[in-house]
Structure formats: C-alpha cells, structure tokens
C-alpha cells in the first residue's frame, strides 16, 4: 500500500494524540533523571499481525508506520520515526546529537555506532576550570565545552546504505511535511518548556519555545519549524554531507563557539566524524522455559554489559522469598537486585570507555560476563546490604585504570521497530540533557525554529585522573566517544533464531535499569511487554536504593533500610517501548510515563 505525500500528512495530523499525558508539576527532578516527570496514562498495549513501530510520539510512530505500508525495511522506518522526534520532541533527540542502532536482518545482528565524538581540540582537562576544580554540572552542560561532534545522520545514512529499501530522500518526507505545516505541543513538550530555567537564555530557542512574555507555548499550540524543514531538505537531497559540511556545519560551529566556556568543535570535526559498524555483544540467559539470546551495544555503551552483569549475577543469588509480591518487585529481589546492580555500576567505572582508546580487561569485553566471573562476584551479594562494592579483576586482570567518580548522566528517546519480512529495528538516540545545551542552530534568522545541539561530552569523566595520577578509563580525549547507557536490545530464541523482542529506554545511567526491568520482567516473570514496562522503576546508580515514588508500599523501604540500605523515592522517568513476538503476530508496549504509543497493522 502506497501514499501520496497528501495522504501522509493526513496520518500524521490525523495520529492520535490520546497517549499524551497532562502535565502535574513543573519543578526540576533531582539531578539523577535527566527528563522531569509529567504525568501518568495507562496504557494496555497493542496488537499487530504483520509489522509495528514503538516510539515516543504518536505522530512519529504515524510516520515510521506510514514508511512501511509505502514498502520501506524496518530501518527506513526508525529512521522517518526519529527525524520526526527530532522535530516534535526536541528535549530528547535531534540531528545535532547522536545515536546508537541494533538491526537484525532476518539472519544477522548489527550494531551501528552514531555516537559523537570529542572535538579535536579538546584534552583531558576540559571541565576543569583555572585552578583544577571540576566544573559544577549547570556550568559545564550550558558551555560550548560539552558540544560533541554529532553521529546521528552520519550513522543512519549508513545504515541505510546496507539496508534500506526505499529512496533515502523518501524517508524525509513526513517531517519536512510537519515541520512545514505544524505540530500541536504536546501536554509533555509544554510542562518541560514551563519547567526549564535555561532554555529561555538562548535567544533563537527563547523566540521558537516561547511566547513574547517567555511563557512556554500552551497545550496545542501550532509550532512551525521551517529551519528545521530546510535542514531535512538538505539532508534529503545531500546527504549527511549537507549537516557536516557548508552552511548548516558553520552555524553549528558558530554556536558550540560562542561563550560562556566557548566549545573547541571545528569544521574539520565535522566533516571528519565517522560513523562505526560493531560487533554486536551477546549473552545467553537460561530459564526453565528456554534459553535466550540477548543481544545489544558493546563499548562505548556500557548498557549491554551491565544488565548482562546484573541479571547473571541473580542467576546465581539465592531468593529469600518471591521475586513478586502483591504484583510488585519484593523487598528481597529488590535488595539482591540493588547489590548485583552495585557491583556491575563498579566494574563499568573502572572499564568501560571507547574501545579505540582503552582495551577490555582480559582481552575482550565478554569477560566481563563469563559465568565463572558472576559466580565468584555473586558470593559478595548477602541478606545485608554491601558497606562499599569493589570493581572486580576478570580472569585476574590487574586494572590500570582510576574508578571514575560519580556523575550525572542524562537523557535520550528510543524506537523499536519490526516489519512484516522480520526485521528489526532497535535504535536509541539523543543529545543528552533535557533540551541538550541548550543552543539552537540555525542557518537563517528569518526562519523560525532550528535544531538544538547536543551536550555530550559531559558523558565523560570531568576529573581525568585520581589523585594518584591513575587515569580515568572514561576521560576526555580528542576523538573519543563517550561512554553511554544507551541500551538498545534485542531478544532471540537461541534454540531456533527467532527473534523474540525489541526493546530500549531513555533515562541517562537509569536505562540501564529501565531495560534490564523489562528483560526480568518478560523473560523471567512471564508478562507481557506492556505489564513490564508498567512495573515500578527501581535500581542503584552510585550506592542508595532508587525507589519511583508512590510505587512501593511502606513496606517496602522499612524491609529495605532495615537491610542497610540507603532509599530514595523519586520520579523514575522511564521512557521504554518494546515489542514483542506473539503466536498472532507482534505485541507492542510503550511506557505510561511519556506520550509513546505502537502503532502497526
């Protein structure tokens, strides 16, 4: 089935905005999430029998589904999805960030690596001010310093080059349309508009987000985002050439250099950047039921790694009682989950880094989940909770590196993708912090609207080094990509194949919590992917138990403190979709937290 691009106007405009959620509150979360929370919607999933498209706006799973009813792969439509995340929720995602994608083609597994990159300029000492004190937080996410060198198109095009299916300048065409004729802002859009003290500051941002009083555009309002449109029609026509190369390129630069703290990216890093193809990394994860194949991003995402750590590391834990009680995560699971999370948190400090400048311990990054390593680590988890978790030696590797200290990490968007010839799609994309750096780009005044560059680098590691002059596995250097949570996933049936599930998260460090839950969820509780993702959030990025508030009972924290943990109830703003493979086809979910919902047919 095909559409003109009339027809696809009308199935955006026409998407059902019924998923987006009203605003309750305006004030900024503590700094552990990097997107605040905006309500609550039920949601009971939805079923497909040929193909589905989970993302985090109806209006972009409108047009990934649009992409493939007109013959498009599962990658031509993630990446249709996404340009038009890029326009609609512009908090999370955009062509000035990155991304990262897991593909399977039927037969065979593929990481493509969009993440940025530290301009060449840059040097280990980039968040330190003059006297060799790291910056505060706020003062390093709004300077130029943290403008990475952007991946996201670069990665797609490439992508698309070895599995695309329809004419890349096709895949522009319902977000050139929006941007064009409008999008109504949406109860999230409007209630982090109100609630963020930055965004404001930035002049071309302040004219576009909001009114002349400064009040952030009201539910509805009809945005028209015509720089944006004329960015994507370069970049339908061009190629990634069109953003890191002329116009587009300097006004970027021109913006990541303009003070305060004035950033080093160049035009020379732009048109230098290159995207990756990896090796994806795997674990086996046996149940009574069947043995599954999960697979994700190797470094420099961290998230694979740590929930292959965590769920392998309760695999050899003994239960104390239920895992669920009264539908819930228990006192009991949550308190081994937390010890298990504690120890892969320490091991991905001291390891994990861009593997073009720091090498796995022993060799390969599959050490790191060798069975035999989980057992001998899962010894340290008891009934009481750890006074300090050591990062352990894999294979007895003797560790170079200084443990990075704890820091904030932030935010993203994802889109899950299958199609009816049995690809899919997992891709998880971003420009970090809630509106990124807050500094929009544009190529001509008179054209309202733009796109906002990324604030990545504050991914790595502001202190380069422990006082021993130990380096920091993560620190700043020239090329180097940041380390991430991104966690893209993939299931299988080991067995047979077959895939079984695609799923991801935004959430800064928390992703990889948030998916770990829907992989405990689905494949050891036995419900569905829209029963998981509605399951309350929890886990541990640096020590204290994180509990989503109003979640748990009382019960719960006094069974948890009563083990010698430290708990904090907080929003936990969990962005997941995920679908699934069903006898009759796909099921999908998506998270009642934000405005996603799945769309297919």
Same mark, same amino acid.
């Given at each position: 089935?095909?559409?003109?691009?009339?027809?696809?106007?009308?199935?955006?405009?026409?998407?059902?905005?019924?998923?987006?959620?009203?605003?309750?509150?305006? !004030? /900024?979360?503590?700094?552990?999430?990097? =997107?605040? $929370?905006?309500? *609550? %919607?039920?949601?009971?999933?939805?079923?497909? +029998?040929?193909?589905?498209?989970?993302?985090?706006?109806?209006?972009?799973?409108?047009?990934?589904?649009?992409?493939?009813?007109s013959g498009g792969s599962a990658l031509d439509a993630a990446i249709a999805a996404q340009l038009v995340l890029g326009l609609v929720e512009p908090q999370s995602s955009g062509v000035g960030g990155g991304a990262l994608l897991m593909h399977f083609d039927g037969h065979t597994v593929a990481?493509?690596?969009?993440?940025?990159?530290?301009?060449?300029?840059?040097?280990?000492?980039?968040?330190?001010?003059?006297?060799?004190?790291?910056?505060?937080?706020?003062?390093?996410?709004?300077?130029?310093?943290?403008?990475?060198?952007?991946?996201?198109?670069?990665?797609?095009?490439?992508?698309?080059?070895?599995?695309? !299916? /329809?004419?890349?300048?096709?895949?522009? =065409?319902? $977000?050139?349309? *929006? %941007?064009?004729?409008?999008?109504?802002?949406? +109860?999230?859009?409007?209630?982090?508009?109100?609630?963020?003290?930055?965004?404001?500051?930035?002049?071309?941002?302040?004219?576009?987000?909001?009114?002349?009083?400064?009040?952030?555009?009201?539910?509805?309002?009809?945005?028209?985002?015509?720089?944006?449109?004329?960015?994507?029609?370069?970049?339908?026509?061009?190629?990634?050439?069109?953003?890191?190369?002329?116009?587009?390129?300097?006004?970027?630069?021109?913006?990541?250099?303009?003070?305060?703290?004035?950033?080093r990216l160049s035009l020379q890093d732009l048109a230098g950047y290159q995207a990756r193809e990896r090796e994806a990394l795997c674990f086996d994860h046996p149940t009574p039921a069947r043995t599954?194949?999960?697979?994700?991003?190797?470094?420099?995402?961290?998230? /694979?790694?740590?929930?292959?750590?965590?769920?392998?590391?309760?695999?050899?834990?003994?239960?104390?009682?239920?895992?669920?009680?009264?539908?819930?995560?228990?006192?009991?699971?949550?308190?081994?989950?937390?010890?298990?999370?504690?120890?892969?948190?320490?091991?991905?400090?001291?390891?994990?880094?861009?593997?073009?400048?720091?090498?796995?311990?022993?060799?390969?990054?599959?050490?790191?989940?060798?069975?035999?390593?989980?057992?001998?680590?899962?010894?340290?988890?008891?009934?009481?909770a750890m006074t300090s978790a050591p990062a352990g030696q894999p294979l007895g590797t003797t560790a170079q590196w200084s443990p990075m200290p704890a820091q904030t990490e932030y935010g993203t968007s994802h889109i899950s993708v299958v199609d009816a010839q049995g690809r899919a799609v997992a891709l998880t994309s971003t420009i970090e912090a809630a509106f990124g750096a807050r500094r929009m780009?544009?190529?001509?005044?008179?054209?309202?609207?733009?796109?906002?560059?990324?604030?990545?680098?504050?991914?790595?590691?502001?202190?380069?080094?422990?006082?021993?002059?130990?380096?920091?596995?993560?620190?700043?250097?020239?090329g180097k990509r940041p380390r991430s949570s991104m966690s893209p996933t993939l299931v299988f049936d080991k067995a047979t194949g077959q895939l079984l599930m695609t799923g991801g998260s935004p959430g800064g460090a928390v992703i990889i919590h948030y998916t770990a839950k829907l992989l405990q969820g689905t494949l050891n509780w036995g419900l569905n992917v829209q029963q998981a993702i509605d399951l309350p959030n929890f886990g541990s990025v640096y020590g204290p138990v994180l509990l989503e508030r109003q979640r748990f009972p009382p019960g719960t924290v006094q069974a948890l403190r009563s083990k010698g943990h430290e708990v904090i109830e907080t929003d936990l703003t969990s962005g997941l979709q995920a679908i699934e493979k069903t006898p009759s086809g796909w099921f999908g979910g998506a998270d009642p937290r934000r405005e996603g919902v799945v769309r297919g047919d």
């Open positions: 089935m095909k559409h003109t691009s009339s027809q696809i106007i009308g199935l955006l405009l026409s998407a059902s905005l019924s998923a987006c959620i009203s605003p309750s509150r305006t !004030a /900024l979360q503590p700094e552990v999430q990097p =997107e605040s $929370a905006s309500g *609550l %919607a039920p949601k009971s999933g939805w079923s497909y +029998p040929h193909q589905a498209v989970a993302a985090a706006h109806p209006l972009a799973a409108a047009a990934g589904l649009s992409l493939l009813q990481a493509y690596d969009g993440r940025e990159t530290a301009p060449a300029g840059a040097r280990p000492d980039l968040f330190l001010d003059d006297i060799g004190k790291p910056l505060r937080l706020e003062e390093a996410v709004l300077s130029g310093r943290s403008v990475g060198v952007p991946g996201a198109m670069r990665m797609l095009e490439l992508a698309h080059r070895q599995h695309g !299916a /329809l004419p890349w300048a096709r895949l522009f =065409e319902p $977000a050139i349309a *929006l %941007a064009e004729q409008g999008f109504a802002v949406s +109860p999230r859009l409007h209630t982090l508009l109100a609630g963020d003290p930055y965004l404001r500051q930035d002049p071309l941002a302040a004219r576009f987000f909001y009114d002349p009083q400064g009040q952030a555009w009201p539910i509805g309002h009809v945005l028209r985002n015509t720089e944006y449109a004329h960015v994507l029609r370069r970049l339908a026509h061009e190629g990634s050439r069109a953003l890191h190369e002329g116009e587009v390129a300097q006004a970027m630069v021109r913006r990541a250099q303009t003070p305060p703290l004035a950033g599954y194949r999960v697979c994700g991003f190797p470094p420099p995402s961290s998230g /694979l790694l740590a929930m292959g750590q965590m769920l392998g590391l309760l695999a050899h834990t003994s239960a104390q009682g239920p895992d669920l009680l009264g539908g819930l995560p228990s006192p009991d699971f949550v308190h081994r989950y937390t010890e298990a999370s504690r120890l892969a948190f320490a091991d991905r400090a001291l390891y994990v880094a861009d593997p073009e400048f720091v090498s796995p311990p022993a060799g390969r990054w599959g050490s790191l989940l060798d069975p035999s390593y989980l057992q001998a680590r899962s010894q340290l988890i008891g009934t009481k780009v544009s190529t001509d005044a008179s054209r309202p609207g733009g796109f906002l560059l990324n604030n990545q680098l504050t991914d790595f590691s502001f202190t380069p080094a422990d006082a021993q002059g130990r380096p920091v596995a993560n620190r700043v250097e020239a």
